[in-house]
């Protein structure tokens, strides 16, 4: 099993920038792919960006040029620097994780608690 806890949500004015980070713990494994989701009020649940074990990296098109996800293989952590916010990007986002499969099309079977994300002037 894998234990994942993010870190580093909260409010923010549009066109400030975040960091969100998530550390995944419980076993020796390195984990090949971890990423976010995110899910706004009353909309489905969306991915937004992912980085596997080799650096590969996938954005959604929504926050590609914006947001910059950077990973550490030594620890299983990564983290979602996300520039330029707007307001549409408010949502609950989630950490995935899935051990030997891509999570752009769909989620793997790990999840986080879900850290809240707010853009509002």
């Known amino acids: 099993q894998v234990q994942l806890v993010e870190s580093g949500g909260g409010l923010v004015l549009p066109g400030g920038s975040l960091t969100l980070s998530c550390a995944a713990s419980?076993?020796?494994?390195?984990?090949?792919?971890m990423g976010w989701y995110r899910q706004a009020p009353g909309k489905q649940r969306e991915f937004v960006a992912m980085?596997?074990?080799?650096?590969?990296?996938r954005y959604a098109p929504s926050v590609r040029g914006r947001f910059i996800i950077t990973r550490d293989n030594t620890t299983n952590t990564i983290w979602l620097q996300m520039n330029n916010l707007k307001p549409t990007d408010t949502a609950v986002y989630y950490c995935?994780?899935?051990?030997?499969?891509?999570?752009?099309?769909?989620?793997?079977?790990?999840w986080g608690q879900g850290t809240q994300v707010t853009v509002s002037s």
């Open positions: 995935n994780a899935a051990w030997d499969r891509k999570i752009v099309n769909a989620p793997g079977n790990f």
């Open positions: 419980g076993d020796d494994f390195s984990i090949y792919a």
């Open positions: 980085v596997l074990f080799t650096k590969e990296k």
